[in-house]
């Protein structure tokens, strides 16, 4: 073994202090191994080491938690004594460097962190964002990125059944890949990582473990530079024929009643696994690498620790079942050995054919990492940012133009580009299919239904990261009660640049506390979630991106609602209030080319009242559709509603009144808490009656026909037509456009 | 009637094909472990989509080794009832069952869209409900679905009405707009000379509930169980027992008053 140097120490990223914290754990130096061990633990992927005296502050309880944080994944209640378990994650950095393996594998890890609780995966989600697609850089990031969440989830079985995709400059040299996986579990049969019951057999099962991914969690806690294509060598290469039988041994091995524990390798492998599992149960392992299955041979046992190589899993074994449990792994062709046992004494104790060649209080490696307060403060540029006078901005001349542009834009347009790549139907639950507000999925052999969303508007947490975080809560559970159902739980994925920045620290701490207020206002618990730091290239950080992913309980299926137009003559409602809310807008960037202002106001107490009225409104059959107001205004919302039908679309009719506001902010402003509502006339008064009495704004504003979308602008005097446009004109601009910028090369 | 629903590793709709069996149209299902050398007993075998063997080397070109396909193999030659959907399509090409072979789509991309289908012919055991010329809309959701056979086999294919759904129009007609993977003749089912093999593209199991926004699916798999059904009858009577050659004799047409809902009305 070589001697640690300061060369060796900085090589694994660990600072002086934090050696220095490591001798003073072991009593003595460590050697590499333990080092390499130290590491990636001590890494920000896995310690969390800037972030955790801030997730501290997210409201995690409520009378549906059945599993928060700290867990694989999260769970919550969902009746008929089941639970939905979810996580969201992020895989940016891996996606960057080999977008086609790094997305997979992202999808590969998530997966993992579900069945490994006990739950079968129903249903993904993906939040991306790419840079321009006029730049072929962005369109190779894109196509390898969707290409490989395709081609795991794909093959796993699992259909992918929503999620978002955002376009923007700022994410050219640091695309994010945030993957959100949904699983049904008994709540009384939830699996948990914990090495209990000293004796127990610790068994390894999957694939072999190679060379692959090395350092991966360490990579994933440093920048970018022009230097960064070097790093391929880190990103792990999928398998996910291997997951799907390493899928279906889990659950066989769970439902045959023979584990104590279990957990899957990801990042940190076979070091996080063991460690972990040792520290929750507050036990130690033993285990000898020469055990491990291996892809090839002349590993040593820095490497194999070290590994992430995917597809793999470790269990904790009942006495005595350890045949029983070899049985199923081979049933599925999987490798499997056991290669160690838990013990007393609170120590990880790596072997390497009976010598010992890493000794750690798992505890230590585990949670014991630096903790750091790390100083933040707001960035000289925010004022030019939010200072925008609106008066060297001209209103809008041609509606119809700029609306065909929003429509156009690759963050508004259509996705059946991506999703059309995605099989979002397998498995058979898929009610509501991508492209409406939020998914629904049913549960099988339950009267129910799950909806999920994940959203987050950057451009809003950039402008101001406390609101913005507040705005990304507020639209994820407005698309889900668009959608009938309530919200339950929420899991995050927090994006950010260069934790050891001050503004940078400043936008995470805002954004956080932004997330926490706005949770607990809504009541919606925090059970899971990711922070990925270190999101910048050559200096340049990306926007904040703390992606909000949530998911709400509709009780009766049949209930779930969409988003679009249903049939002639019905009424359009639009719900909330409209103001100068044009900061921050899609708008003012196609338009304008600002990323400018301050994000639209938002009230909470506003905001849930039109919650609890559009629930009401859907669960009571009162209306055939409901879409949330967000990315391109009102004017973008009713063409969604128009074109957005899978069958035959519809036009409508609209007569908007302006009153003082600029006609710009009026059909594009991003005014929250806002929902466009269809409803039978003869509902029309129940409707605007139940909205009355929960103080939400309601009004009449056309009438849903025809095919061409109709709206018209003015005051109690005189009214012009400002948007008309023929439906197919609307819908070709609005639908083709990614294949369009997309099949250029 | 007991259907079975074989798994291979990778197989991804078989719980779905077991859903639709068991709970939508009331059948037994039994799950076929593709280790498994025998499949008697059974009163009709489906081999489900999914990637088998992560469809490495080639969609189906493994899974046509599993011990299971022998029996299915022999379970065919006696006339017994077998659909392949999607991946099973491609796997009982692959095994000989079904003649041709599967390439990727044209546009080099997986595909998971609703298409529509016309039922070329509505005289085998797997469309005796359906009214010939009707057309369907079922989803797809595949990576190889170009179908690809020489001349001389497809000649045969059409002379013999082995074309059983081709990718068409919402109003029926066959156009090249209708195809979505460049299949040949825009083929999106075929079955064997004796009419007792199906292989489909299209996922009618994903489409056989009004909840997952259409049950046209349904009129195929109900038309495999009334078909079983009325066979049963049949030799209950001991009207239909022999087997004419190669040729399993069927009563393929449900005419006695057997209407199941679904479908996109006549062409």
Redesign the interface.
């Known amino acids: 073994m070589p001697p640690i140097t300061d060369d060796l120490i900085a090589q694994h990223h660990l600072t002086r202090d934090e050696y220095q914290r490591i001798v003073t754990i072991l009593g003595r130096d460590p050697n590499l191994t333990e080092l390499g061990m130290f590491s990636v633990m001590w890494s920000e992927h896995c310690s969390y080491k800037s972030s955790r005296v801030h997730l501290n502050k997210l409201p995690t309880s409520g009378p549906r938690v059945v599993q928060g944080p700290g867990e694989n994944a999260g769970a919550v209640d969902i009746g008929d004594g089941l639970c939905a378990v979810f996580k969201m994650e992020s895989h940016n950095h891996p996606s960057f460097i080999e977008p086609y393996q790094g997305a997979a594998t992202g999808v590969g890890g998530i997966l993992r962190d579900i069945f490994t609780m006990g739950a079968r995966p129903i249903a993904l989600l993906d939040s991306l964002r790419f840079g321009e697609l006029n730049v072929s850089q962005n369109r190779r990031l894109m196509k390898g990125v969707v290409?490989g969440i395709?081609?795991y989830g794909?093959?796993?079985?699992v259909p992918t059944v929503g999620g978002e995709t955002v376009f923007n400059e700022i994410y050219s040299l640091n695309p994010l890949v945030n993957v959100l996986c949904l699983g049904i579990a008994e709540k009384d049969k939830i699996f948990r990582g914990a090495a209990a019951g000293i004796g127990n057999p610790v068994i390894y099962f999957g694939s072999k473990t190679g060379r692959d991914g090395i350092h991966g969690a360490t990579m994933a806690s440093d920048s970018f530079d022009d230097e960064s294509e070097r790093k391929r060598p880190t990103v792990q290469v999928g398998?996910?024929?291997?997951e799907?039988?390493l899928l279906e041994a889990c659950l066989e091995l769970m439902a045959a009643d023979l584990l104590v524990g279990i957990q899957d390798m990801g990042a940190a492998g076979l070091t996080s696994s063991s460690c972990e599992m040792a520290s929750r149960a507050g036990t130690g392992i033993e285990l000898d690498v020469a055990l491990v299955p291996r892809r090839e041979p002349g590993m040593t046992p820095y490497e194999v620790m070290l590994s992430e190589s995917q597809e793999r899993m470790l269990m904790v074994a009942k006495a005595g079942k350890e045949d029983e449990c070899i049985a199923i792994c081979r049933k599925?062709?999987l490798d499997v050995a056991v290669i160690g046992w838990v013990t007393g004494d609170g120590v990880l104790r790596v072997k390497d054919q009976g010598t010992i060649v890493a000794e750690i209080p798992a505890k230590a490696l585990a949670d014991e990492g630096p903790r750091y307060d790390r100083p933040y403060s707001p960035p000289a540029y925010q004022d030019l940012l939010t200072n925008l006078n609106y008066d060297v901005i001209p209103d809008v001349k041609d509606a119809n133009a700029a609306l065909l542009s929003l429509l156009e834009s690759p963050t508004i347009a259509s996705k059946r580009w991506i999703?059309?790549?995605?099989?979002?139907?397998?498995?058979?639950n898929?009610?509501v299919?991508p492209g409406s507000d939020a998914a629904v999925v049913?549960i099988?052999g339950t009267p129910k239904a799950v909806a999920m969303t994940i959203d987050c508007n950057s451009r809003y947490c950039l402008l101001n990261p406390y609101e913005g975080a507040r705005l990304a809560v507020a639209e994820a559970a407005r698309n889900l009660v668009c959608s009938g159902a309530e919200p339950i739980g929420l899991t995050d994925c927090l994006n950010f640049g260069n934790p050891e920045r001050p503004d940078i620290m400043w936008q995470f701490v805002m954004a956080v506390e932004g997330l926490a207020d706005a949770c607990e206002f809504l009541k919606i618990p925090v059970v899971s979630g990711n922070v990925s730091f270190y999101n910048e290239t050559n200096g340049l950080s990306i926007y904040p991106t703390p992606m909000v992913g949530m998911v709400g309980l509709i009780d009766r299926?049949?209930r779930a609602m969409t988003q679009w137009f249903k049939e002639e003559g019905d009424d359009i409602i639009l719900l909330g209030a409209t103001r100068d809310d044009l900061g921050g807008s899609e708008y003012l960037k196609i338009m304008h080319s600002r990323e400018q202002g301050s994000p639209p106001f938002l009230n909470m107490e506003a905001e849930k009242a039109l919650h609890d009225c559009v629930l009401t409104l859907v669960r009571g059959g009162l209306v055939q559709s409901a879409h949330d107001c967000s990315d391109g205004g009102l004017a973008v919302a009713l063409a969604e509603s128009c074109l957005s039908a899978?069958g035959r679309q519809l036009g409508a009719a609209v007569q908007l009144t302006r009153g003082r506001l600029r006609k710009d902010a009026v059909l594009f402003g991003e005014s929250q808490s806002r929902v466009v509502l269809s409803a039978k006339p003869a509902h029309r008064e129940a409707v605007l009656e139940r909205a009355k009495s929960f103080a939400v704004p309601a009004a009449v504003i056309g009438t849903v026909g025809g095919d061409r979308l109709v709206v018209s602008l003015g005051d109690e005097r005189s009214a012009a037509n400002v948007i008309d446009a023929p439906l197919s004109t609307l819908h070709d601009r609005w639908a083709r456009s990614l294949e369009r910028v997309l099949n250029e090369t | 009637m007991n259907i079975g629903v074989v798994v291979f590793p990778g197989s991804n709709c078989d719980h779905d094909c077991r859903y639709v069996f068991r709970d939508v149209l009331g059948q037994d299902v039994t799950m076929v472990w593709h280790k498994e050398r025998s499949v008697s007993g059974l009163d009709a075998i489906v081999l489900p989509g999914g990637f088998s063997y992560g469809d490495y080397l080639r969609t189906g070109a493994i899974a046509r080794f599993s011990p299971v396909m022998e029996a299915v193999r022999e379970y065919a030659e006696e006339g017994g009832l077998v659909l392949g959907i999607c991946n099973g399509f491609q796997i009982l090409l692959e095994a000989g069952l079904l003649p041709g072979a599967m390439l990727r789509n044209d546009s080099l991309h997986f595909i998971c869209r609703d298409v529509y289908v016309k039922v070329e012919n509505a005289a085998t055991p797997f469309t005796g409900a359906c009214e010939s010329g009707q057309v369907l809309q079922i989803p797809i959701a595949h990576a190889d679905g170009h179908y690809y056979a020489d001349p001389v086999t497809v000649a045969s294919l059409k002379a013999n009405a082995q074309i059983v759904f081709r990718y068409c129009m919402p109003d029926g007609r066959v156009t090249k707009e209708a195809n979505p993977n460049g299949s040949l003749d825009n083929i999106a089912g075929i079955c064997n000379a004796a009419g007792n093999v199906l292989g489909m593209m299209p996922h009618p199991e994903r489409c056989a509930e009004s909840i997952l926004s259409n049950d046209d699916g349904r009129i195929i798999l109900a038309s495999m169980v009334e078909g079983l059904k009325k066979r049963r009858r049949a030799e209950e009577w001991g009207e239909i027992s022999e087997v004419q050659g190669n040729k399993a004799v069927i009563p393929s047409r449900a005419e006695d008053g057997l209407k199941i809902r679904g479908g996109r009305g006549k062409v």
């Open positions: 290409a395709a081609g794909n093959c796993m079985g398998d996910p024929f291997q799907k039988l599925w062709d999703y059309e790549q995605y099989d979002h139907m397998v498995r058979t898929t009610v299919r049913r099988k299926v049949e899978p």
